[in-house]
């Protein structure tokens, strides 16, 4: 196993810290709560959100890892479009093409909290509604 050392970082200097996380002492299974806990009270710090990502890639947890970007991404909004795309340029391989796609065009717009997204499990920031469409045996 990789440590976060050893995996080039993609990131701005700026966006990085000292130590692997910034929550050294808890073991994997238990980081992963408690980055979801912080990011759910300081959704705008890009610091954990980078953590978070890379701890679901480094499990090759592709679910996760998807969930993980896609809070990236609609915490930027339509900001921070170059980031937004080294980020998917280097786990464009760990996740489906169809969640590939959907990230590739958020890397200019919003993606909404509301958004329409298959599968998207423990996001912190997006519900991921799903809707079905009637049909005539539906509605009588």
């Keep these: 196993m990789q440590s976060m050392k050893e995996i080039k970082p993609i990131v701005d200097p700026a966006f990085l810290r000292d ?27 890009l610091i954990l959100h980078q953590q978070r990502i890379e701890l679901y890639a480094r499990n090759n947890n592709k679910n996760l890892l998807f969930s993980a970007m896609v ?32 990230l590739t065009r958020a890397l200019t717009t919003s993606l909404l909290t509301t958004a329409s997204i298959r599968d998207l499990r423990e996001s912190i920031l997006n519900i991921g509604l799903q809707g079905e469409l009637l049909s005539s045996k539906h509605c009588c």
């Design 71 to 102: 809070d990236l991404f609609t915490i930027l909004e339509n900001k921070g479009t170059d980031y937004k795309k080294r980020i998917l340029d280097k786990y464009r391989s760990l996740i489906s093409t169809r969640q590939a796609l959907i």
């Design 19 to 45: 130590s692997d996380y910034s929550y050294v002492n808890y073991n994997e299974k238990e980081l992963a709560s408690v980055l979801c806990f912080a990011l759910s009270r300081r959704s705008e710090d």
